[in-house]
């Protein structure tokens, strides 16, 4: 396993996981295994200091980071994380698992993320912006249309692209609406963008339900995180006549077995930023989760939640991982022993990422499409990406996950071979 000097992974750690994940893969490579260790190692990580006035005129500093794992394939693309516990090793993972998902539904970008140290909801809105604005200035260098395109991702939204797009475009002298993704409507923004990651959640379930014979009328499905992947992803399925019968967030965790209304849900998280005091469910412990009598889980929280002990108590047929990176690779492997099929989050919440593409190539032309064409854009990228994946781990007998990475780093390293090393 290669190493690199400035991370030091744990058995559990979002960088180690993803290591395992490029190992796995390297048997079905054939001669592009040769490029292989262009996959451990990211092109480009930036370290920044993000010093900015507080509202009580102290001054606070915020570690920030932009790390662009390959661009072999094209710009970089990938969302940028405010949270407490972020690190460079797993913005490097994230960034990584970007490069993976743009090549597996065949999109024209590398992969990047970034992420500050932080919890904004100790921020006022003006210091939050203060911070925003001090984190585009220092990533700036490295960021641009054409060179790597930012995004949101947890505890980021529409409001944090539009500063950020601002920003860049007062340095540059430009109005550059196709510098990040995910804006607001009148700044460049895509219809459909807030909801594609959760529809994406739910187009590759629907396939997969079929797949397995599972009818979604009257499906169970269980929820870990109810931001705007796990919302959008719920509210779809029971559109389609499934049953929310369990939400976790970081309010705690709530089971109804009759099932969620999902219009009371979405107000309550509207209301209060969490789901925590919906009425009508039981609160349970929040371990107790994962032991929830369900058909379908969605584990759309952060990396690392689906751990050993927990994938052997999971009751659930299906997992979509609307998440990045919830499953460490033992509790893969357990799940497949298990028989529970497991759609991987480089597939399955890759219609965040399409739809912004899909709003970068609208910001170039200065052309919109409407939700519905966007929705249908959308529904046939995903359909005819996850279709070729099923069929290759078909033909090699193996999982989900390792055939998103056979189909996706073959891509990336036929481009990387073809272009060849400069100088």
């Known amino acids: 396993m290669s190493y690199l000097s400035y991370v030091t992974p744990s058995a559990t750690s979002p960088w180690h996981t993803y290591l395992e994940q490029v190992d796995r893969v390297l048997p079905y490579l054939g001669p592009l295994a040769h490029w292989a260790e262009t996959l451990k190692r990211p092109k480009r990580a930036l370290i920044v200091d993000v010093p900015i006035e507080m509202d009580d005129g102290s001054v606070a500093h915020f570690e920030g980071y932009r790390v662009q794992h390959n661009l072999s ?15 460079l090793e797993e913005v490097m993972a994230l960034s990584a698992w970007m ?33 925003t604005r001090r984190y585009t200035s220092e990533i700036g260098i490295i960021i641009g249309p054409q060179r790597d395109i930012p995004a949101p991702d947890v505890n980021t939204n529409a409001q944090i692209m539009a500063w950020m797009m601002d920003t860049y475009s007062m340095n540059t002298g430009t109005s550059a609406t196709g ?25 590759t379930g629907r396939e997969a339900a079929r797949r397995l014979g599972m009818n979604l009328d009257g499906a169970r499905v269980a929820v870990q995180g109810f931001g705007n992947v796990g919302s959008a992803a719920a509210e779809l399925f029971v559109g389609a006549g499934a049953t929310v019968v369990a939400i976790q967030d970081h309010t705690g965790t709530l089971v109804n077995p009759k099932g969620f209304d999902m219009h009371a849900a979405m107000q309550v998280l509207k209301r209060d930023g969490g789901i925590g005091q919906y009425p009508d469910a039981e609160r349970i412990d929040n371990e107790q989760f994962w032991d929830v009598d369900c058909d379908i889980l969605i584990p759309a929280a952060l990396e690392g939640q689906i751990t050993l002990p927990r994938a052997n108590r999971i009751k659930a047929r299906l997992v979509l991982e609307g998440a990045n990176g919830p499953t460490l690779p033992e509790a893969d492997d357990a799940l497949r022993e298990r028989g529970v099929l497991v759609v991987p989050d480089v597939i399955c919440n890759a219609g965040g990422v399409t739809v912004s593409y899909f ?20 529904d046939k990228i995903m359909v005819d990406a996850l279709r070729y994946i099923w069929d290759t781990a078909d033909r090699h007998k193996i999982t989900l996950r390792t055939a998103t990475f056979a189909v996706a780093c073959e891509r990336i390293l036929s481009a990387r071979e073809e272009r060849g090393l400069y100088p």
């Not at 970089?76 to 972020?86: A, E």
């Not at 590398?110 to 809105?125: H, M, Q």
Request: aromatic residues 8%.
């Open 73 to 87: 394939r094209g710009p970089g693309k990938g969302g940028v994380r405010y949270h407490p516990d972020v690190t």
């Open 99 to 131: 490069t993976v998902k743009c090549a597996a539904v065949n999109l024209p970008y590398g992969g990047a993320k970034g992420g500050i140290r932080v919890d904004p909801k100790r921020l006022s809105k003006k210091e939050l912006e203060r911070m």
């Open 179 to 203: 510098v990040v993704t995910g804006k607001p409507l009148h700044l460049g923004g895509s219809l459909g963008r807030v909801k594609a990651t959760g529809r994406g959640v739910f187009v």
């Open 359 to 378: 709003e970068w190539v609208q910001d170039f032309s200065s052309f919109f499409w409407s939700e519905d064409e966007i929705n249908v854009r959308l």
